[in-house]
């Protein structure tokens, strides 16, 4: 029982508006990437674990998608994904930036104002401003959200994180760990697969091709020398299909090498992928598809 009395362990849950760089800071704070990271908005839709691990600590991070009005079905799970997030952690971690309103989505901050678990707010990419900016900024989240511990930050430059990791680790409650000590995250590789092929749609595509897509993992083999990956990438329309696979399936073929040597980076094993597209106009509203894409419990 000694043992554990030093130890502390906890689920570190990081919400905030779409595009303020949630998904950079937890990968920078996990030293793994596990959320795809891109310029556009929306891109992380699932909530991810990175599980952060020392002698007498255990952090278990959760990266939710940004909090938005939503318009269809896909939408609402991962607004419901942010709640969940809310009510279940030891430690929110808010995220904001020095470009977005900081009324926006006014009733997540009165929400943060009524709970009981510590809060961190951290105020990214102060390395696009100026002092007299971040100062006016945290002097304003003070009068929010008076409880909160204030952090200006740059996710992308990692500027000010090992302040926030030392934060994080003494807000945390005296527990044994949740997972084994060599876990770093709850997903599985297929998952990781089909986010890295979600990842290269979204650098790849613009307007709404990327919001239009998902992507299932149909078959994953593990062979000694080589992953054997079949993927499927699903599309609400003909002339999606018709964009994704590009003339001659030269863009489906650039997505699937773009995304083959990002995997075999982070599997550290040669990986032979295959990519189909297929079309399903109804995904995002279909009850069925989206639990079998894992949207809906």
Same mark, same amino acid.
């Given at each position: 029982?000694?043992?554990? @009395?030093?130890?502390?362990?906890?689920?570190?849950? /990081?919400?905030?508006?779409?595009?303020?760089?949630?998904?950079?800071?937890?990968?920078a704070?996990?030293?793994e990437?596990?959320? /795809?990271?891109?310029?556009?908005? #929306?891109?992380?839709?699932?909530?991810?674990?990175?599980?952060?691990?020392?002698?007498?600590?255990?952090?278990?991070?959760? =990266?939710?998608?940004?909090?938005? *009005? $939503?318009?269809?079905?896909? #939408?609402?799970?991962?607004?419901n994904?942010?709640?969940?997030? /809310?009510?279940?952690?030891?430690?929110i971690?808010y995220?904001?930036?020095v470009?977005?309103?900081?009324?926006?989505?006014?009733?997540?901050?009165?929400? %943060?104002?009524?709970?009981?678990?510590?809060?961190?707010?951290?105020?990214?990419?102060?390395?696009?401003?100026?002092?007299? !900016?971040?100062?006016?900024?945290?002097a304003?989240?003070?009068?929010? %959200? $008076?409880?909160?511990?204030?952090? $200006?930050a740059?996710? !992308?430059?990692?500027?000010? %994180?090992?302040?926030?990791?030392?934060?994080?680790?003494?807000?945390?409650?005296?527990? $044994?760990?949740?997972?084994? @000590?060599?876990?770093?995250?709850? @997903?599985?590789?297929?998952?990781?697969a089909?986010?890295i092929?979600?990842? *290269? /749609?979204?650098?790849?595509?613009?307007?709404?091709?990327?919001?239009?897509?998902?992507?299932?993992?149909?078959?994953?083999?593990?062979?000694?020398?080589?992953y054997?990956?079949?993927?499927?990438?699903?599309?609400?329309?003909?002339? #999606?299909?018709?964009?994704?696979?590009?003339?001659?399936?030269?863009?489906?073929?650039?997505?699937?090498? #773009?995304?083959?040597? =990002?995997?075999?980076?982070?599997?550290?094993?040669?990986?032979? %992928?295959?990519?189909?597209?297929?079309?399903?106009? =109804?995904?995002?509203?279909?009850?069925?598809?989206?639990?079998?894409?894992?949207?809906?419990?």
């Open positions: 029982m000694t043992e554990h @009395k030093r130890h502390r362990s906890g689920f570190v849950n /990081i919400i905030g508006n779409p595009n303020v760089g949630k998904s950079t800071l937890m990968n704070l996990v030293g990437k596990l959320s /795809i990271v891109t310029a556009k908005a #929306q891109t992380t839709r699932h909530r991810i674990m990175g599980i952060v691990n020392g002698e007498d600590y255990q952090i278990v991070y959760s =990266d939710t998608p940004g909090i938005l *009005k $939503p318009n269809y079905r896909l #939408q609402q799970n991962m607004l994904f942010v709640d969940t997030a /809310i009510g279940d952690a030891d430690v971690l995220v904001t930036d470009v977005e309103k900081s009324d926006k989505h006014a009733e997540y901050v009165e929400k %943060l104002q009524k709970i009981d678990c510590p809060v961190i707010l951290v105020i990214n990419k102060i390395d696009i401003s100026n002092q007299e !900016q971040v100062m006016e900024l945290m304003w989240w003070k009068e929010q %959200l $008076p409880k909160a511990r204030i952090f $200006p740059s996710a !992308q430059e990692k500027f000010n %994180l090992e302040n926030i990791f030392d934060a994080i680790t003494t807000a945390l409650p005296v527990a $044994p760990p949740w997972y084994d @000590k060599d876990v770093f995250t709850d @997903k599985n590789l297929r998952f990781f089909s986010e092929i979600r990842e *290269k /749609i979204f650098l790849n595509y613009s307007q709404e091709i990327p919001y239009s897509c998902e992507v299932s993992v149909e078959e994953f083999k593990e062979g000694e020398e080589r054997d990956i079949s993927a499927v990438i699903y599309v609400m329309r003909d002339t #999606q299909k018709g964009i994704i696979i590009g003339k001659g399936g030269s863009s489906l073929k650039k997505v699937g090498t #773009q995304a083959r040597i =990002d995997m075999e980076d982070f599997f550290q094993k040669k990986v032979f %992928l295959r990519l189909f597209v297929k079309v399903d106009p =109804d995904w995002r509203e279909n009850k069925k598809e989206l639990k079998r894409f894992g949207y809906e419990y």
